[in-house]
C-alpha cells in the first residue's frame, strides 16, 4: 500500500479509473483515522486524539493507493474527489430492463 499526499492520490486515481475502463474495478474505502499506526491496547484509558483524519484508498486489482486528509483539507479534497468522480462516470454500463409478466400488454 502506497500513502500518497492528497494531490498525488487524487492524480493516480485518475489513472486507476482509466486503467479499469477495459476490465477491473477499482475499490474506494474511506474512513475515520486517528492517526496511530499500531492498534491501542485494550486496558487503560488513552486520551482521544485532539484531530480525527480521514483515511482514504483505492485498489484495482493489485495497485492499492490510500492517503489520510486532515480535517482543514476536507472541503477542498471533496470537492477535487467529486469532481473527479463525475468525469469518470461515463464508463458505467446501462442496466439490462428485463421484460416480465407485470407489464401491460397494448391491445390491438
Do not use: H, W
Not at 479509473?17 to 491501542?40: A, E, H, W
Request: one cysteine or more.
Amino acid at each position: 500500500m502506497v500513502l500518497l499526499e492528497n494531490d498525488t492520490f487524487l492524480t493516480e486515481l485518475t489513472k486507476l479509473f482509466q486503467k479499469s475502463r477495459n476490465t477491473g474495478t477499482v475499490t474506494l474505502t474511506m474512513k475515520r483515522y486517528d492517526g496511530r499506526i499500531k492498534p491501542k491496547p485494550r486496558k487503560g484509558n488513552q486520551p482521544e486524539p485532539s484531530e480525527f483524519k480521514c483515511l482514504v484508498r483505492a485498489s484495482l486489482g493489485n495497485k492499492k493507493l490510500s492517503t489520510v486528509i486532515s480535517q482543514r483539507d476536507v472541503n477542498k479534497f471533496q470537492m477535487a474527489y467529486c469532481n473527479l468522480l463525475k468525469g469518470n462516470m461515463d464508463g458505467l454500463k446501462k442496466r439490462d430492463k428485463k421484460t416480465g409478466k407485470s407489464k401491460v400488454k397494448a391491445t390491438q
